[in-house]
Protein backbone atom coordinates (compact mmCIF):
# COMPACT_ATOMS: atom_id res chain seq x y z
CA UNK A 1 0.00 0.00 0.00
CA UNK A 2 2.48 2.39 0.70
CA UNK A 3 2.05 3.14 3.93
CA UNK A 4 4.36 3.01 7.06
CA UNK A 5 2.60 0.96 9.27
CA UNK A 6 -0.54 -1.54 8.87
CA UNK A 7 -2.69 -2.81 12.26
CA UNK A 8 -5.02 -5.93 11.25
CA UNK A 9 -7.85 -6.04 13.32
CA UNK A 10 -11.44 -7.52 13.07
CA UNK A 11 -13.26 -6.15 10.96
CA UNK A 12 -13.81 -3.00 8.40
CA UNK A 13 -16.19 -1.38 11.77
CA UNK A 14 -13.49 -2.25 13.77
CA UNK A 15 -10.90 -0.57 12.04
CA UNK A 16 -13.17 2.58 12.07
CA UNK A 17 -13.49 2.57 15.93
CA UNK A 18 -9.56 2.74 16.14
CA UNK A 19 -9.05 4.91 13.93
CA UNK A 20 -11.53 7.15 15.39
CA UNK A 21 -10.82 6.76 18.84
CA UNK A 22 -6.90 7.40 18.25
CA UNK A 23 -7.70 10.61 16.44
CA UNK A 24 -9.70 11.79 19.43
CA UNK A 25 -12.53 12.00 18.05
CA UNK A 26 -15.01 12.04 21.35
CA UNK A 27 -18.38 12.34 22.84
CA UNK A 28 -20.02 15.28 21.74
CA UNK A 29 -17.50 15.73 18.57
CA UNK A 30 -18.84 16.04 14.88
CA UNK A 31 -17.58 14.14 12.10
CA UNK A 32 -18.02 15.13 8.38
CA UNK A 33 -18.99 11.67 6.80
CA UNK A 34 -19.96 10.65 3.49
CA UNK A 35 -23.57 9.93 3.49
CA UNK A 36 -23.11 7.48 -0.06
CA UNK A 37 -21.70 4.52 2.02
CA UNK A 38 -22.30 1.21 3.83
CA UNK A 39 -24.09 1.60 7.50
CA UNK A 40 -21.00 0.73 9.33
CA UNK A 41 -19.63 4.31 8.53
CA UNK A 42 -22.54 6.21 10.34
CA UNK A 43 -22.54 3.83 13.21
CA UNK A 44 -18.79 3.96 14.18
CA UNK A 45 -19.44 7.58 14.76
CA UNK A 46 -22.42 7.14 16.69
CA UNK A 47 -21.08 4.42 18.71
CA UNK A 48 -18.12 6.68 19.71
CA UNK A 49 -20.92 9.04 20.79
CA UNK A 50 -19.85 11.84 18.34
CA UNK A 51 -22.39 12.71 15.24
CA UNK A 52 -22.21 11.78 11.48
CA UNK A 53 -22.71 15.22 10.23
CA UNK A 54 -23.55 14.52 6.08
CA UNK A 55 -21.86 16.17 3.44
CA UNK A 56 -23.48 16.08 0.02
CA UNK A 57 -22.64 13.46 -2.65
CA UNK A 58 -21.45 14.57 -6.04
CA UNK A 59 -23.98 13.36 -8.31
CA UNK A 60 -20.97 12.65 -10.84
CA UNK A 61 -18.52 11.01 -8.63
CA UNK A 62 -20.58 9.37 -6.49
CA UNK A 63 -18.10 10.36 -3.83
CA UNK A 64 -18.15 12.78 -0.92
CA UNK A 65 -18.86 16.42 -2.50
CA UNK A 66 -15.32 18.21 -1.60
CA UNK A 67 -17.55 21.81 -2.19
CA UNK A 68 -20.33 20.27 0.44
CA UNK A 69 -17.69 19.87 3.50
CA UNK A 70 -16.84 23.51 4.30
CA UNK A 71 -20.24 24.60 5.59
CA UNK A 72 -21.16 21.94 7.83
CA UNK A 73 -17.93 22.46 9.72
CA UNK A 74 -18.49 23.49 13.78
CA UNK A 75 -16.61 24.16 16.48
CA UNK A 76 -17.47 20.23 17.51
CA UNK A 77 -15.87 18.85 14.15
CA UNK A 78 -12.94 16.70 14.36
CA UNK A 79 -12.37 14.30 11.60
CA UNK A 80 -13.30 14.05 7.98
CA UNK A 81 -14.51 10.84 7.01
CA UNK A 82 -14.46 10.56 3.15
CA UNK A 83 -15.74 7.32 1.67
CA UNK A 84 -14.00 5.62 -1.65
CA UNK A 85 -17.35 3.75 -2.25
CA UNK A 86 -17.36 0.94 -4.84
CA UNK A 87 -13.54 1.55 -5.16
CA UNK A 88 -14.18 5.01 -6.79
CA UNK A 89 -11.46 7.42 -5.03
CA UNK A 90 -12.49 10.84 -3.53
CA UNK A 91 -11.04 13.51 -4.24
CA UNK A 92 -8.69 13.84 -1.68
CA UNK A 93 -6.62 17.30 -2.24
CA UNK A 94 -9.47 19.36 -1.31
CA UNK A 95 -10.57 17.66 1.11
CA UNK A 96 -7.51 17.13 3.00
CA UNK A 97 -6.71 21.01 2.03
CA UNK A 98 -9.61 21.45 4.40
CA UNK A 99 -8.87 19.74 7.13
CA UNK A 100 -5.42 21.32 7.34
CA UNK A 101 -6.74 24.49 7.17
CA UNK A 102 -9.41 23.69 10.27
CA UNK A 103 -6.93 21.23 11.70
CA UNK A 104 -9.38 18.15 11.07
CA UNK A 105 -8.32 14.43 11.14
CA UNK A 106 -8.99 12.72 8.00
CA UNK A 107 -9.99 8.96 8.33
CA UNK A 108 -10.52 7.49 4.66
CA UNK A 109 -13.18 4.75 4.75
CA UNK A 110 -10.96 2.17 2.26
CA UNK A 111 -13.25 -0.56 3.39
CA UNK A 112 -13.83 -1.14 -0.31
CA UNK A 113 -11.08 0.69 -2.39
CA UNK A 114 -7.81 -2.12 -1.89
CA UNK A 115 -5.36 -1.09 -4.40
CA UNK A 116 -6.96 1.95 -5.66
CA UNK A 117 -4.96 4.97 -6.61
CA UNK A 118 -5.05 8.51 -6.64
CA UNK A 119 -2.76 10.66 -7.91
CA UNK A 120 0.18 7.62 -8.33
CA UNK A 121 -0.50 6.96 -4.29
CA UNK A 122 -3.22 3.96 -2.78
CA UNK A 123 -6.11 5.08 -0.90
CA UNK A 124 -6.08 4.02 2.15
CA UNK A 125 -2.18 6.53 2.68
CA UNK A 126 -4.00 9.73 1.69
CA UNK A 127 -5.33 11.22 4.79
CA UNK A 128 -4.29 10.80 8.55
CA UNK A 129 -5.05 6.85 8.72
CA UNK A 130 -6.87 4.72 6.16
CA UNK A 131 -9.61 1.65 6.78
CA UNK A 132 -10.03 -1.80 5.32
CA UNK A 133 -12.30 -4.69 5.23
CA UNK A 134 -11.87 -8.28 4.50
CA UNK A 135 -15.28 -9.02 5.00
CA UNK A 136 -16.59 -12.22 2.80
CA UNK A 137 -18.23 -9.99 -0.09
CA UNK A 138 -15.13 -8.02 -0.54
CA UNK A 139 -12.35 -8.18 -3.49
CA UNK A 140 -9.66 -9.71 -0.57
CA UNK A 141 -12.02 -11.93 1.54
CA UNK A 142 -11.09 -13.70 4.75
CA UNK A 143 -14.62 -14.03 6.55
CA UNK A 144 -14.16 -11.27 8.79
CA UNK A 145 -11.21 -8.84 8.92
CA UNK A 146 -9.81 -5.70 8.52
CA UNK A 147 -7.21 -3.35 8.67
CA UNK A 148 -6.17 0.11 10.02
CA UNK A 149 -2.87 2.17 7.40
CA UNK A 150 -1.02 4.64 7.93
CA UNK A 151 2.28 6.55 8.43
CA UNK A 152 2.58 8.14 11.95
CA UNK A 153 3.92 5.77 14.46
CA UNK A 154 1.92 7.29 17.34
CA UNK A 155 -1.51 6.76 15.69
CA UNK A 156 -0.28 3.50 15.09
CA UNK A 157 1.29 2.68 18.26
CA UNK A 158 -2.07 3.89 20.04
CA UNK A 159 -4.39 1.80 17.59
CA UNK A 160 -1.88 -1.71 18.32
CA UNK A 161 -2.45 -0.79 22.21
CA UNK A 162 -6.35 0.24 21.71
CA UNK A 163 -7.00 -2.79 19.82
CA UNK A 164 -5.24 -5.44 21.82
CA UNK A 165 -7.16 -4.62 25.18
CA UNK A 166 -5.23 -1.55 26.25
CA UNK A 167 -1.68 -3.20 26.28
CA UNK A 168 1.33 -0.63 26.26
CA UNK A 169 3.05 -0.64 22.85
CA UNK A 170 5.69 1.30 21.13
CA UNK A 171 5.85 4.54 21.92
CA UNK A 172 2.46 4.67 23.71
CA UNK A 173 2.62 3.47 27.24
CA UNK A 174 0.13 5.39 28.41
CA UNK A 175 -0.02 7.13 32.04
CA UNK A 176 0.50 4.51 33.87
CA UNK A 177 2.35 1.58 32.37
CA UNK A 178 0.32 -1.25 31.66
CA UNK A 179 -3.27 -0.71 30.47
CA UNK A 180 -4.95 2.36 28.37
CA UNK A 181 -8.67 2.52 27.29
CA UNK A 182 -9.15 -0.53 24.85
CA UNK A 183 -11.22 -3.28 23.48
CA UNK A 184 -10.21 -6.34 21.67
CA UNK A 185 -10.81 -5.90 18.34
CA UNK A 186 -7.78 -8.32 17.12
CA UNK A 187 -7.37 -10.33 13.88
CA UNK A 188 -7.18 -14.12 14.09
CA UNK A 189 -3.67 -15.04 12.63
CA UNK A 190 -5.77 -18.15 10.62
CA UNK A 191 -7.34 -15.37 8.81
CA UNK A 192 -4.67 -13.14 8.44
CA UNK A 193 -2.64 -16.69 6.36
CA UNK A 194 -6.09 -16.65 4.48
CA UNK A 195 -5.30 -13.41 3.63
CA UNK A 196 -1.72 -13.02 2.89
CA UNK A 197 -1.97 -16.14 -0.01
CA UNK A 198 -4.85 -13.86 -1.73
CA UNK A 199 -2.35 -10.74 -2.73
CA UNK A 200 -1.11 -12.01 -6.18
CA UNK A 201 -4.78 -12.90 -6.88
CA UNK A 202 -6.15 -9.60 -5.48
CA UNK A 203 -3.70 -7.75 -8.04
CA UNK A 204 -4.53 -10.09 -11.21
CA UNK A 205 -8.27 -9.72 -10.49
CA UNK A 206 -7.89 -6.19 -10.37
CA UNK A 207 -6.54 -5.49 -13.83
CA UNK A 208 -9.11 -7.81 -14.96
CA UNK A 209 -11.99 -5.78 -13.51
CA UNK A 210 -10.30 -2.37 -14.65
CA UNK A 211 -10.15 -3.77 -18.15
CA UNK A 212 -13.61 -4.88 -18.18
CA UNK A 213 -14.83 -1.99 -16.74
CA UNK A 214 -13.25 0.26 -18.81
CA UNK A 215 -14.97 -1.35 -21.66
CA UNK A 216 -18.48 -1.29 -20.52
CA UNK A 217 -17.72 2.14 -19.71
CA UNK A 218 -16.94 2.86 -23.55
CA UNK A 219 -19.84 1.12 -24.04
CA UNK A 220 -22.29 2.03 -22.04
CA UNK A 221 -21.91 5.70 -22.39
CA UNK A 222 -22.88 5.60 -26.44
CA UNK A 223 -26.67 4.59 -24.67
CA UNK A 224 -28.89 7.90 -24.26
CA UNK A 225 -29.82 8.03 -20.21
CA UNK A 226 -26.59 5.96 -18.68
CA UNK A 227 -24.27 8.42 -17.38
CA UNK A 228 -21.38 6.37 -16.31
CA UNK A 229 -19.25 7.51 -13.40
CA UNK A 230 -16.59 10.90 -13.51
CA UNK A 231 -13.12 10.25 -11.70
CA UNK A 232 -10.97 12.35 -10.30
CA UNK A 233 -8.27 13.52 -12.52
CA UNK A 234 -5.27 10.58 -12.34
CA UNK A 235 -7.10 8.15 -10.57
CA UNK A 236 -7.28 4.71 -11.26
CA UNK A 237 -10.37 3.06 -9.16
CA UNK A 238 -11.12 -0.47 -8.21
CA UNK A 239 -14.52 -1.27 -8.48
CA UNK A 240 -16.41 -3.30 -6.05
CA UNK A 241 -19.39 -2.49 -7.35
CA UNK A 242 -19.44 -1.38 -11.10
CA UNK A 243 -22.46 2.01 -11.29
CA UNK A 244 -23.58 4.39 -13.50
CA UNK A 245 -26.56 6.81 -12.81
CA UNK A 246 -29.51 6.11 -15.46
CA UNK A 247 -32.05 8.83 -16.32
CA UNK A 248 -35.65 7.50 -16.91
CA UNK A 249 -36.51 10.03 -19.09
CA UNK A 250 -34.38 8.68 -21.45
CA UNK A 251 -36.06 5.60 -21.49
CA UNK A 252 -39.61 6.45 -21.90
CA UNK A 253 -39.90 7.33 -18.37
CA UNK A 254 -39.53 3.45 -17.58
CA UNK A 255 -39.21 3.57 -14.19
CA UNK A 256 -35.50 2.37 -12.51
CA UNK A 257 -37.31 -0.23 -10.53
CA UNK A 258 -38.56 -2.14 -13.75
CA UNK A 259 -35.16 -1.01 -16.04
CA UNK A 260 -33.49 -3.34 -12.94
CA UNK A 261 -35.98 -5.80 -13.48
CA UNK A 262 -35.83 -5.95 -17.15
CA UNK A 263 -31.64 -6.18 -16.98
CA UNK A 264 -32.08 -9.11 -14.42
CA UNK A 265 -34.02 -10.93 -16.61
CA UNK A 266 -31.34 -10.06 -19.53
CA UNK A 267 -29.22 -11.99 -17.23
CA UNK A 268 -27.72 -9.02 -15.75
CA UNK A 269 -27.59 -9.45 -11.90
CA UNK A 270 -27.84 -5.51 -10.70
CA UNK A 271 -29.49 -3.55 -8.07
CA UNK A 272 -30.11 -0.01 -6.52
CA UNK A 273 -27.14 0.60 -4.74
CA UNK A 274 -27.33 2.59 -1.34
CA UNK A 275 -30.86 4.74 -0.39
CA UNK A 276 -31.55 7.56 1.64
CA UNK A 277 -30.50 5.86 4.81
CA UNK A 278 -30.54 8.87 7.58
CA UNK A 279 -34.36 8.67 7.13
CA UNK A 280 -34.34 4.88 7.94
CA UNK A 281 -35.03 5.90 12.15
CA UNK A 282 -31.03 4.98 13.09
CA UNK A 283 -29.97 8.63 13.60
CA UNK A 284 -33.31 9.03 15.15
CA UNK A 285 -32.90 6.45 17.85
CA UNK A 286 -29.86 7.87 18.14
CA UNK A 287 -30.18 11.39 19.12
CA UNK A 288 -33.54 10.56 21.57
CA UNK A 289 -30.92 8.91 23.06
CA UNK A 290 -30.31 9.67 26.48
CA UNK A 291 -26.28 10.26 25.88
CA UNK A 292 -26.82 12.44 23.01
CA UNK A 293 -29.28 14.82 24.49
CA UNK A 294 -26.56 15.36 26.89
CA UNK A 295 -24.12 15.64 24.68
CA UNK A 296 -25.43 18.07 22.03
CA UNK A 297 -27.92 20.60 22.30
CA UNK A 298 -31.98 20.26 21.51
CA UNK A 299 -31.02 23.16 19.06
CA UNK A 300 -28.28 21.31 17.66
CA UNK A 301 -30.37 18.49 17.30
CA UNK A 302 -32.88 19.76 15.31
CA UNK A 303 -31.04 21.17 12.77
CA UNK A 304 -28.74 18.00 12.27
CA UNK A 305 -31.85 16.34 11.63
CA UNK A 306 -33.45 18.84 9.43
CA UNK A 307 -29.93 18.89 7.51
CA UNK A 308 -30.58 15.41 6.12
CA UNK A 309 -33.51 17.54 3.63
CA UNK A 310 -30.54 19.68 2.27
CA UNK A 311 -28.56 16.46 0.76
CA UNK A 312 -30.10 16.76 -2.64
CA UNK A 313 -26.95 16.09 -4.54
CA UNK A 314 -27.20 12.41 -2.58
CA UNK A 315 -30.61 11.99 -2.77
CA UNK A 316 -30.56 11.85 -6.79
CA UNK A 317 -27.56 9.47 -6.65
CA UNK A 318 -29.74 7.19 -4.46
CA UNK A 319 -32.79 7.41 -6.44
CA UNK A 320 -31.19 6.84 -9.70
CA UNK A 321 -28.08 4.54 -9.23
CA UNK A 322 -27.57 1.42 -10.76
CA UNK A 323 -24.97 -1.22 -9.59
CA UNK A 324 -23.78 -4.88 -11.05
CA UNK A 325 -21.39 -6.78 -8.28
CA UNK A 326 -17.82 -6.92 -8.42
CA UNK A 327 -18.04 -10.46 -9.68
CA UNK A 328 -19.35 -9.96 -13.23
CA UNK A 329 -16.07 -7.79 -13.84
CA UNK A 330 -14.38 -10.53 -13.57
CA UNK A 331 -16.37 -12.39 -16.35
CA UNK A 332 -15.05 -12.46 -20.21
CA UNK A 333 -15.58 -9.69 -22.45
CA UNK A 334 -18.09 -11.21 -24.18
CA UNK A 335 -19.89 -11.10 -21.11
CA UNK A 336 -19.28 -7.41 -21.19
CA UNK A 337 -20.55 -6.95 -24.62
CA UNK A 338 -23.59 -9.35 -23.44
CA UNK A 339 -23.87 -6.37 -20.59
CA UNK A 340 -23.82 -3.61 -23.09
CA UNK A 341 -26.30 -5.17 -25.29
CA UNK A 342 -28.63 -5.76 -22.94
CA UNK A 343 -28.85 -2.18 -21.99
CA UNK A 344 -29.19 -1.21 -25.37
CA UNK A 345 -32.04 -3.84 -26.38
CA UNK A 346 -33.63 -2.31 -22.99
CA UNK A 347 -33.35 1.50 -24.16
CA UNK A 348 -34.64 0.40 -27.95
CA UNK A 349 -38.22 -1.18 -25.95
CA UNK A 350 -37.87 1.14 -23.53
CA UNK A 351 -41.56 2.46 -24.12
CA UNK A 352 -43.74 -0.94 -24.39
CA UNK A 353 -41.57 -2.09 -21.22
CA UNK A 354 -42.78 1.50 -19.65
CA UNK A 355 -46.65 0.62 -20.49
CA UNK A 356 -46.36 -3.41 -18.95
CA UNK A 357 -47.15 -3.58 -15.40
C1 LIG B 1 -17.78 1.35 2.99
C2 LIG B 1 -17.71 0.36 4.12
N1 LIG B 1 -17.39 0.78 5.35
C3 LIG B 1 -17.28 -0.07 6.38
C4 LIG B 1 -17.52 -1.41 6.24
C5 LIG B 1 -17.44 -2.30 7.42
O1 LIG B 1 -16.61 -3.39 7.24
P1 LIG B 1 -16.89 -4.78 7.99
O2 LIG B 1 -18.11 -5.39 7.40
O3 LIG B 1 -15.64 -5.57 7.74
O4 LIG B 1 -17.06 -4.45 9.44
C6 LIG B 1 -17.85 -1.91 4.95
C7 LIG B 1 -18.05 -3.34 4.65
O5 LIG B 1 -18.87 -4.06 4.99
C8 LIG B 1 -17.97 -1.00 3.88
O6 LIG B 1 -18.31 -1.43 2.66
Redesign the pocket.
Known sequence: MGAKRCLATA??????LVSLHVLDVDAGDEVIVSPF??I??YN?VLINKALPVFADTDPATLTIDPASIESRITDRTRAILP?H?YGLPCDMDPINAIARKHKLAVIE?A??AWLAEYKGRKCGVLGDLG?F???N??HLPAG???AVTGDSDDLLDRAQAFHNCGRAFGNFKGPRPYFTRGSNYRMQQFQAVILMQQFDKLIKETEIRRAHAQHLTEGLKTIPGIQTVRLPQNSNPVW?LYPFRYDADQFNGLSRDKFLRALNAEGVPCGAGYHEQYFDGLLDEAINSRGFKRLFSPARLKAYRESFEELKGNRLVCNTTVAMTQNLLLGSRDDMDHIIEAVRKIHKHSAALAKAS
Open positions: SGTTALTFATAVIDCQCSFQSKEGGH
